[in-house]
């Protein structure tokens, strides 16, 4: 009697009497959802798709059979009893929920961030989304067009009870490009539409809150904007690709780390032109050229290796719009 009057839930456990049988009652399955797993995949636009691992497996392995939007920027094999959370160009978080998601074929048409979120702003698109079936413990790196950097601890956003809010503060003229988890073992590069590029160490970036902008990464000159910014160990090489159909490879250990907020380097040498693809590559990967007369694939092997300071070598004689690095497998 003291237990009842003290909780105002009704009780719900059963209480017997001597050799008494009874029966459990078992739970309504429609109380409990059952498991769900898939592949969710996103491409240039921000377009999201969910689909079975052997729908992806047979449908991105041919990059050459593919359309623009059908080309994978990220892949993550998903489940609807974990987190999944992502970051828009916006500057905005918005929780996603795997069983609000029909399954689709490979080649099926995406879906656009404001078919799923009426909260969404026009031509708002996701950047970057995370998914995780256990307890993340570290930073968040935002950047940006304009060069900002922003870290902020990953529960902040995790633990949200809302699913879209703001999660970093833009000037009017800005917008979120990457979103990545911090790796202390790597440093920050910065790759620009004019062919500048700077390397910083990211304990030069302070810790802030969610309702909060970032600090200055690369200065940029008047005009120039941020293609790439990302996080990076010595290993490897940076593609870079021109409008003009120019392609090169430049070692990543010969930008070194410095200051943040600097001018940085040139990475190519610009005669009327400027940067409209990058990517960092450890192995020989097949690379999508956007070009006005549609897709041409080239492997990055084929991409010679140059010093910085070069315009590198032709390899289209189309214009190039940009460059997709696409997701063969899941990450």
């Known amino acids: 009697m003291e ?69 994978v920027t990220d892949a993550k094999l998903v489940n609807n009893f974990g987190s999944l959370i992502a970051f828009t160009n916006k500057g905005n978080f918005v929780r996603l929920k795997i069983d609000e998601f029909p399954e689709k ?17 026009k031509d708002e698109r996701v950047v970057k989304f995370f998914f995780s079936d256990r307890l993340i413990a570290g930073d968040l790196l935002f950047f940006t067009k304009n060069g900002i950097v922003k870290r902020t601890d990953y529960n902040e956003y995790n633990n949200l009870t809302k699913d879209y809010l703001q999660a970093i503060v833009l000037s009017d003229d800005d917008e979120v490009i990457n979103v990545e988890l911090l790796d202390e073992n790597k440093y920050i590069i910065a790759i620009t539409e004019g062919g500048m590029t700077l390397a910083f160490t990211t304990d030069q970036v302070p810790v802030h809150g969610r309702k909060a902008g970032g600090v200055r990464g690369i200065k940029l000159a008047d005009g120039d904007k941020v293609l790439y910014m990302g996080q990076t160990d010595d290993e490897g090489e940076v593609v870079v690709v021109t409008d003009k159909g120019c392609a090169k490879r430049v070692i990543i250990s010969t930008i070194e780390a410095g200051n943040r907020y600097l001018k940085g380097v040139k990475i190519a040498e610009l005669v ?60």
Do not use: W
């Open 3 to 71: 237990i009842k009057k003290a909780h105002r839930s009704g009780r719900v456990s059963i209480i017997t009497s001597g050799n008494e049988s009874f029966m459990l009652p078992l739970q309504d399955e429609g109380s409990s959802p059952s498991f769900q797993e898939g592949v969710l995949a996103m491409n240039a636009n921000g377009e999201l798709k969910y689909m079975s691992l052997r729908s992806f497996s047979l449908g991105a392995k041919d990059i050459k059979s593919l359309a623009v939007e059908q080309l």
């Open 272 to 331: 009327n032109s400027k940067v409209v693809g990058v990517t960092l590559v450890k192995n020989p990967i097949d690379i999508a050229l956007i070009t006005e007369g549609g897709i041409e694939v080239v492997n990055t092997d084929n991409i010679r290796i140059d010093a910085r300071t070069t315009k590198g070598k032709q390899i289209t004689k189309q214009t190039v719009l940009g460059i997709v690095a696409h997701k063969m497998s899941i990450n």
């Open 105 to 121: 074929r490979f080649k099926d048409k995406g879906f656009k961030l404001g078919q799923y979120c009426p909260d969404a702003q």
